[in-house]
């Protein structure tokens, strides 16, 4: 068994803790917790924000009698800039050298105002390659996230976006049938979305995608088209949504939107056919897909490839914990993948 480790992912809105450890080729979770409506941390950088966070993530820790003080980070796709590129084999020096040139390239700020780190995916000896994830983050984020682990007097052992923690999970234990082609997993977040491409004969997360269409957005149109309140609006998004129950169709009214989102997933699709020569055999929801009743089967019918929720539990030993969860286990991918090494 490897050691106990605790995770946070500091959401736009949101909160999830959890904390876990490899078990017999299984994630085995200690405790997890939510917390939803939280301070908008990173929309307002202020101190009382960052004071309001640091308080909700004590709670959260609190209630789920997590006394670990060394924690790991999980930050959003959307504040950070990343990418999957195959380079040749180099030393460490010249392929740092490398990178910072290669993540000059698509990184819209100043190399010196960015935090850059990589994560080798795979070692290609046969042909003399790498598959490298470089991931880079604005230094003010960086900074900010480390003062709020200090106020919530946390210390943290380690900062990733959910992409890197996700890509983690995924190769070590994402075992899908059929064996050749790719599954599309959707991390549908807040402000914005990511497509991360799973390559099954390699069993490996080989390109990603980001794009500026979230949650939020379908909130948004909720709101304005029914006139409820945020609060009440999002409880008709969670017991509503797509299905056909309830007096008000609302798959109707977030009908423009829902086909924008999925010709998002159409171009990537194409994208990574072309450029992999793959079939896309399914696309798997996570994040905040579950706040959306039947979102899954509303994408699904725009894109004619099977879409689901992804179903976390096979990797995760059963308890109490996780069956608390159950309904909402794929919105804690990131979490599970952050607890493991």
Do not use: W
């Amino acid at each position: 068994m490897s050691d106990i480790q605790t995770c946070i992912d500091i959401g736009e809105y949101f909160l999830r803790i959890g904390q876990g450890t490899q078990a017999n080729n299984k994630i085995e979770m200690i405790s997890m917790g939510m917390l939803s409506d939280t301070p908008l941390f990173y929309e307002y950088a202020n101190e009382k924000t960052l004071g309001d966070e640091a308080d909700a993530i004590r709670k959260l820790m609190n209630a789920l009698n997590i006394t670990k003080r060394n924690v790991r980070l999980i930050i959003p796709d959307t504040f950070t800039y990343s990418q999957i590129i195959t380079m040749p084999r180099l030393k460490e020096k010249e392929l740092l050298s490398a990178i910072r040139y290669q993540a000059d390239q698509f990184i819209p700020l100043p190399i010196e105002e960015t935090s850059l780190d990589l994560e080798i995916l795979h070692e290609d000896k046969a042909n003399n390659s790498l598959l490298v994830l470089i991931v880079a983050a604005p230094l003010n984020i960086i900074s900010r996230v480390e003062a709020l682990c200090e106020a919530a007097g946390l210390i943290p052992s380690s900062i990733e976006n959910e992409l890197s923690s996700t890509a983690r999970m995924l190769s070590q234990f994402y075992r899908p049938e059929p064996k050749e082609g790719g599954t599309i997993f959707v991390n549908f977040s807040y402000s914005t979305s990511s497509l991360y491409f799973f390559d099954h004969i390699r069993g490996l997360t080989v390109d990603a995608h980001n794009f500026k269409m979230g949650y939020n957005l379908f909130l948004k149109e909720t709101q304005i088209n029914t006139m409820f309140d945020m609060a009440k609006s999002r409880g008709v998004l969670k017991r509503i949504g797509f299905s056909s129950s309830g007096t008000i169709n609302l798959a109707e009214l977030l009908k423009p939107s829902k086909n924008v989102f999925a010709q998002e997933i159409e171009k990537f699709t194409l994208s990574v056919r072309e450029k992999f020569k793959m079939a896309v055999s399914s696309v798997q929801l996570i994040n905040l897909a579950t706040e959306i009743n039947a979102f899954d089967k509303a994408v699904a019918q725009q894109l004619s490839i099977p879409t689901y929720n992804f179903n976390v539990a096979p990797f995760i030993v059963p308890n109490k914990v996780v069956s608390t969860y159950s309904k909402e286990l794929s919105s804690f991918v990131t979490v599970v993948g952050g607890c493991i090494d």
